[in-house]
T-cell receptor, first 119, second 119 residues
């Protein structure tokens, strides 16, 4: 059973470009969470999605950031017009439905992260 | 809003010795989960141990155990017989257990404690 997949693992963008980060959850998982880790800091929650729905985006910056989790395909975190302050590691986690079948319903399984560097 | 505080930026321990990492949290909720995650240099987030707030018994996973003091809102991690592979950043995290609100799902992390293990 493959774990949470994220790609790319490393992404370099120049200021003003767009960054697209992808996350494929574990099989059977329908909940996806995105977190950001700035250098020397802990992870900060950004957004919580279920298939085709944003459940909680209280941690997302109001501008330039968006996320989706379509019916088919991976979840995408999109950052438009990147700035140097967006440089960070972005982690995706997934969990099964609350009455979960695949694993515990309260455990989030993390991907390896995408390290975004803005030059 | 919930907050998690790790007051020890760095800790060190001799191989085979015992070390305790501290964590305090603030919440008005009575039902929640607490976690310790390990982040080695690979940056992969690995779940070490989990505690349900409604359980009075402290969780234990092999060499890892917690001291959960609900009234004091304290959740420390004890690592016994430390091994070189335990060297990592350790994060304490909180998650509500209340399924009704939109904050269900997101993890709130502390700032982390870097653990060094000396041979």
């Amino acid at each position: 059973n493959a774990g949470v997949m994220q790609n790319p693992r490393h992404l370099v963008r120049r200021r003003g470009q767009e960054a697209r980060l992808r996350c494929s959850p574990m099989k059977g998982h329908s909940h996806v969470y995105w977190y950001r880790q700035l250098p020397e800091e802990g992870l900060k929650f950004m957004v919580y999605l279920q298939k085709e729905n944003i459940i909680d985006e209280s941690g997302m910056p109001k501008e330039r950031f968006s996320a989706e989790f379509p019916k088919e395909g991976p979840s995408i975190l999109r950052i438009q017009q990147v700035v140097r302050g967006d440089s960070a590691a972005y982690f995706c986690a997934s969990s099964p439905p609350r009455q979960g079948l695949a694993g515990s319903s309260y455990e989030q399984y993390f991907g390896p992260g995408t390290r975004l560097t803005v030059t | 809003a919930q907050t998690v505080t790790q007051s020890q930026p760095e800790m060190s321990v001799q191989e085979a010795e015992t070390v305790t990492l501290s964590c305090t949290y603030d919440t008005s909720e009575s039902d929640y989960y607490l976690f310790w995650y390990k982040q080695p240099p690979s940056r992969q987030m690995i779940l070490v141990i989990r505690q349900e707030a409604y359980k009075q018994q402290n969780a234990t996973e092999n060499r890892f155990s917690v001291n959960f003091q609900k009234a004091a809102k304290s959740f420390s991690l004890k690592i016994s017989d430390s091994q070189l592979g335990d060297a990592a950043m350790y994060f304490c995290a909180y998650r509500t257990r209340s399924a009704g609100g939109t904050s269900y799902g997101k993890l709130t992390f502390g700032q982390g404690t870097i653990l060094t293990v000396h041979p």
